[in-house]
């Protein structure tokens, strides 16, 4: 058996347009770090569109997978795609800050793998009406759980300009956090900033050249920082590294994947902690990447980096 099917799912879709799909990245290396065998329970705390766990599931079963995700339309998804492994899932709407509570309302004391594979899937990102993507108009929204109340729209007309700024600098590691935000008041003084490209359009003609020569959208970084504050990002993965010691049983393995360096920094840092406490061993004692030929298949795996550990007795 591969250890990764690299095809993405080309099934029909409720909501009609396009099918969904995501690439997992860095999925044959997931599934050696994690070492699935049969009958264990684990966990993926982003279930996505199930494509981690649709490598993973062959090798668990009779185990179970728990799949949680804030998103119930990847849920739907997955549940679809999963259909095959239904008795062994548990597909549950929740945060992963949430996993303790989730684990002890299924009866489940601890786990043997726990996967997070953090930020959005491209299914996400290339939905208009989410709001995720400088490059197609729609709504400032950016929840990855909908049923949340606050939107990117309300942190870009309510926040302080002092905080924006703040946000952008901290979690966008943006240069010209300050100018965009200024600019941002001022703006909204004016009219309301309604969509994503509104926004992306106001920076690109805030920041020096228009971003002309940047490697990356001028927006990216700003739209990053709204997406962290929206979605409560930081102090969720914060949350799930400070209970993971005790959600993992001796010799269970956890690996996150994660795609920008404040969060692979948090990660880090709780592993070697872990280390030091003697929780972990660490399985991983530099990130791992995606290898070449991944790079020019999927180039959204091109800023991913894993890391993982296993838990000591
Ligand atoms: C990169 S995608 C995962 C893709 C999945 N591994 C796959 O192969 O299809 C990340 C998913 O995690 C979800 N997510 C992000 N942060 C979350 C959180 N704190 N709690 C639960 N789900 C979260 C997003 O809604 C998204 O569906």
């Given at each position: ?102 684990l002890s309302s299924l009866g489940v004391e601890r786990v043997q793998g726990v996967?997070?594979?953090?930020g959005m899937s491209s299914f996400q990102v290339e939905a208009p009406e989410r ?183």
């Amino acid at each position: 058996m591969p250890l990764c099917e690299m095809e993405p799912p080309t099934f029909a879709l409720s909501s009609g347009h396009h099918p969904p799909h995501h690439r997992p990245v860095l999925c044959e290396t997931v599934v050696e770090l994690l070492a699935p065998q049969s009958g264990r329970v684990f966990v993926d705390c982003t279930l996505g569109l199930g494509g981690h766990a649709l490598s993973l599931l062959p090798r668990l079963t009779p185990g179970r997978l728990i799949g949680l995700d804030a998103d119930p339309h990847a849920l739907d998804v997955a549940r679809a795609r999963l259909v095959e492994f239904a008795p062994h899932v548990h597909f549950v709407h929740a945060n992963f800050r949430e996993l303790p509570q989730v684990l002890s309302s299924l009866g489940v004391e601890r786990v043997q793998g726990v996967l997070a594979d953090l930020g959005m899937s491209s299914f996400q990102v290339e939905a208009p009406e989410r709001g995720f993507s400088f490059l197609r108009e729609g709504p400032l929204d950016m929840r990855m759980d909908p049923t949340q109340p606050r939107t990117a729209a309300e942190i870009v007309a309510r926040w302080p300009e002092r905080d924006l700024a703040d946000l952008l600098a901290n979690c966008g590691e943006e240069r010209w956090a300050r100018r965009i935000a200024r600019r941002i008041a001022e703006t909204r003084r004016r009219a309301p900033i309604r969509t994503t490209t509104d926004l992306a359009q106001l920076i690109a003609e805030t920041v020096p050249g228009g971003g002309r020569g940047m490697r990356i959208h001028p927006a990216t970084r700003t739209f990053q920082a709204l997406r962290m504050a929206v979605n409560d990002e930081a102090s969720s993965l914060d949350e799930l590294l400070r209970v993971l010691p005790d959600v993992l049983a001796p010799g269970g393995r956890a690996a996150i994947i994660t795609f920008h360096s404040l969060e692979d920094r948090a990660v880090k840092r709780a592993f070697q902690q872990g280390r030091r406490d003697g929780q972990y061993h660490l399985l991983t004692r530099k990130p791992m990447r995606p290898s070449e030929q991944e790079l020019a298949e999927n180039p959204r795996s091109r800023s991913a980096k894993v890391r993982a550990v296993e838990r000591l007795a």
